[in-house]
């Protein structure tokens, strides 16, 4: 009798609080090439975070037209709005040191993921 009030207990619980601990979403994934071009703003200063890369290169693509083989097209970043969300996206999101600094170097090619969270919006970034 004990068991299957504790059982039942425990399933009220979990119908209470949700359920399952949901998992974060990808909302979409690209691969970008990062040359010369998206390492410089529009006033031609030199851009320090990979954050700002990254912002800049979906500028070049979605508003400018600039684009290098091996860019792909996303969806996400063509909005200027979700561009502009890309520092805390970054910030909240995952990229190894090593390959923030090859992103800042450029002449390489990365992979971006953009995931929906319970905290929100974030991306995780690797370079091929």
Known sequence: MRTGL??????????????????????????????QDDLYNSSNERLTQPWQVIRQD??????????????????????????????????????EGAAARRLLDGDVRIHVEIWRGVGGDYISISVD
Not at 7 to 19: E, F, K
């Open 6 to 35: 504790f059982a039942a207990a425990v399933a009220l619980g979990l119908a209470i609080s949700g359920g399952v601990a949901r998992a974060d979403e990808l909302i979409e994934s690209y691969g970008a090439y990062i040359g």
């Open 58 to 95: 979906r500028a070049n693509v979605h508003r400018f037209g600039v684009r290098q083989p091996g860019d792909d097209i996303d969806g996400f970043f063509a909005s200027a709005r979700n561009r502009e969300l890309a520092e805390r996206m970054l910030r909240s999101g995952r990229i």
